[in-house]
């Protein structure tokens, strides 16, 4: 399946959100713009697709996390370009919050623009000419909201759906109603059953119901076993600190991990399908388990002391 050519799929990495450019009558809209960390290169891919970064007039954000809007400054300044977002996001990027937005948790790094304008649910917002309906997507990000393209049935879904899988549910911030958010989200874009669903982060998906029914089964396993969403969200979280930090030493990111606190509220669900659970005092075997995994199955290696994520960034 080809995206019509009103489109530009970026395809990052796990630190980076895929990135896409509409292309229309108007001038170019630009759609999350990638992790602070790498303004530069996200600017080289944008050209490298055809447009320059200075003539970006919109750009939209899917939701707060801090891998989806890096570039925005950067770019506003380049082009004077328009920011849009959803309420809550707005509402929070404005009181510089912290704490729900993740920023202050897993080494997150933001440099926030407030918004120029806001989409509510079910609002029509053109971008470069061509018209997108908003659709309020919580669950992974209770901000988190999409973009659907009704004639030619696109959605830019952002982190609630992935190819087999979805972004993380961090319980321990958002309660664990938002399993039952990110189910709503889910069932909410299969019955819209767009042709493909753009993710914020890995490759196209065209099986919509399929990939719904695998995603449903997961929040469901997640629901009835909560060590399951407990490691899902310990080696996702594991190795996107890994991946914002590299190369760094064992030790040293385990000491930065373990102050941020977030594995601490995981523990006693992990600690459930563990034959010898890990004590409270001990949560870097924790970390040091994960690594060893991730360095076993060839995602991670440790040269010179230094770990490497060997993922796409
Ligand atoms: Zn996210």
Redesign the pocket.
Same mark, same amino acid.
């Given at each position: 399946m080809k995206l019509p050519s009103e489109f530009t799929f970026i395809q990052r990495g796990w630190l980076n %959100?895929n990135s896409i450019l509409i292309q229309g009558d108007g001038s170019p809209a630009l759609i999350d713009s990638g992790h602070l960390r790498y303004v530069d290169e996200t600017l080289d891919l944008i050209r490298k697709a055809g447009v320059e970064p200075e003539t970006i007039r919109q750009i939209g954000v899917? +939701? %707060? *996390?801090c891998? *989806?809007h890096g570039a925005n400054k950067t770019i506003k300044a380049l082009s004077g370009a328009t920011i849009g977002m959803g309420p809550l996001t707005a509402e929070w990027f404005g009181r510089n919050e912290r704490y729900l937005t993740?920023f202050e948790q897993l080494t997150q790094e933001a440099d926030v623009v407030p918004a120029d304008e806001i989409y509510n649910e079910g609002d029509i917002v053109t971008f470069s000419g061509i018209p997108f309906e908003i659709l309020s997507l919580p669950g +992974?990000?209770p901000d988190?909201i999409g973009f659907y393209q009704p004639d030619s049935r696109v959605l830019i879904g952002?982190?609630a759906m992935w190819e087999n899988d979805l972004?993380?549910l961090h319980t321990a911030v958002h309660g664990p109603a938002i399993l039952d958010d990110a189910e709503m989200a889910v069932r909410k874009i299969m019955a819209l059953d767009p042709a493909v669903v753009i993710p914020? +982060?890995g490759n196209l998906i065209t099986d919509v119901q399929e990939n719904g029914q695998k995603i449903l089964k997961r929040i469901d396993s997640f629901r009835n076993e909560p060590g399951r969403a407990a490691w899902h969200i310990t080696r996702r979280f594991i190795m996107y600190g890994i991946l914002t930090l590299q190369p760094i030493s064992r030790e040293k990111y385990i000491s930065i991990a373990i102050t941020d606190g977030w594995a601490r509220q995981y523990l006693p669900d992990i600690n459930q399908t563990l034959d010898e659970p890990i004590a409270e005092s001990n949560l870097a075997d924790l970390f040091n388990l994960v690594i060893d995994e991730f360095i076993g199955r060839g995602l991670v290696v440790e040269k010179e002391g230094s770990l490497t994520c060997l993922v796409a960034k």
């Open positions: %959100c899917t +939701h %707060c *996390h891998d *989806h993740w +992974h990000a988190s952002a982190d972004g993380v914020g +982060h």
